[in-house]
């Protein structure tokens, strides 16, 4: 009597695991709601809008606060980020007016898939900035080269050897021109993607996250190779 | 068969309650956080160590492109971490 009950319950435990586990995110939104009064889902939605208002406003300081980010980019992601936050507003306040479970749950799925602020809009953002982060990493390094340039051709005029500076600074330019053209195509490749073009606008972001990750190797290879350069012509005198 | 009365029964509740506390944690954990940062492949490098001919422009340069750098690198994670959101629900909302 005894095993056969122990056994019930571990089977019940893990299955319960096993559920929870396969349905990530469902356990406390879409089990709840469908079990729910309504006004306890109209919470859970409004939850979920004010959540990603809360995200809107972060990703949109942090937009701010980057001083690299271009006049278009910075226009460009205004108007997403905007256009999200007005309408998820606008969205909360149909949700706030549902009569219904049937009607409030059309509306609370709207939120995924009509605006996809976590899988398309964070992400735009997130990109633009660090591609023309990644530009701007260019450009610096492009005004460094341009400084140890200038030494070694004062250096090789007072008879130095500047052969292995020269080499690097060979490598720091060829770094520069190849982070550049990894990250430069990347703002407008992503800002003209919207949330009804997900998931086949997916592949997208993800070719961009790539270029942009070749892009910061690109860089720190450059990094490196200026501090060698800086390093030889020091050594030489 | 009575093996031991409210011991037995006290397990037995174990059993039944640890699962469940199991299941809100994982639940819990299982939503998304628009601050979480997964983990990234990227790594940024060590500060540059700039010798002691470097002027100050170049060692300025320098920190800047390194700056620059971390920052992408923490662009890149919140791109991997919003990447990875579970499609159906981004965590909290009911299709």
């Given at each position: ?11 019940a ?38 959540r ?63 605006y ?20 701007a ?6 005004s ?34 190849a ?59 | ?6 011991g ?6 174990t ?73 159906n ?7």
């Amino acid at each position: 009597m005894r095993g056969p009950r122990w056994t019930q319950s571990l089977v019940a435990g893990f299955l319960a695991i096993a559920t929870a586990v396969a349905l990530p995110g469902l356990a406390g939104a879409q089990g709840t709601i469908r079990n729910q009064t309504l006004p306890v889902a109209h919470t859970i939605c409004d939850n979920a809008i004010t959540r990603r208002l809360s995200d809107l406003r972060q990703v949109e300081s942090d937009v701010n606060a980057a001083v690299h980010v271009t006049a278009t980019d910075r226009s460009s992601l205004d108007a997403i980020l905007s256009a999200t936050t007005l309408g998820l507003m606008a969205l909360e306040t149909k949700i706030d007016a549902d009569t219904t479970l049937v009607t409030l749950r059309a509306d609370c799925a709207s939120i995924v898939t009509g605006y996809r602020v976590y899988l398309l809009v964070d992400p735009q953002a997130r990109l633009v900035v660090g591609a023309d982060r990644a530009l701007a990493a260019s450009a610096t390094l492009n005004s460094l080269a341009g400084l140890l340039q200038t030494t070694i051709t004062q250096k090789q005029g007072a008879g130095k050897n500047v052969t292995a500076a020269t080499s690097e600074l060979t490598q720091l330019t060829g770094d520069i021109q190849a982070a550049q053209s990894s990250a430069s195509p990347v703002p407008g490749q992503i800002v003209p993607l919207t949330p009804d073009g997900y998931p086949g606008n997916r592949p997208t972001l993800v070719s961009a996250r790539s270029e942009l990750a070749t892009a910061q190797r690109d860089l720190t290879a450059g990094i490196q190779a200026a501090q060698t350069a800086i390093a030889d012509l020091d050594a030489i005198g | 068969m009575s093996l031991g009365g409210a011991g037995t029964t006290s397990r037995r509740r174990t059993l039944i309650v640890a699962p469940a506390l199991l299941i809100v944690l994982l639940a819990t954990g299982c939503g998304k956080s628009a601050t979480s940062g997964s983990s990234s492949n990227t790594t940024v490098p060590a500060a540059p160590a700039v010798g002691a001919g470097a002027t100050a422009q170049q060692s300025a340069d320098l920190a800047q492109a390194q700056q620059d750098l971390t920052s992408l690198n923490g662009q890149l994670r919140q791109v991997d971490s919003d990447l990875d959101t579970n499609p159906n629900t981004e965590g909290d909302a009911t299709p």
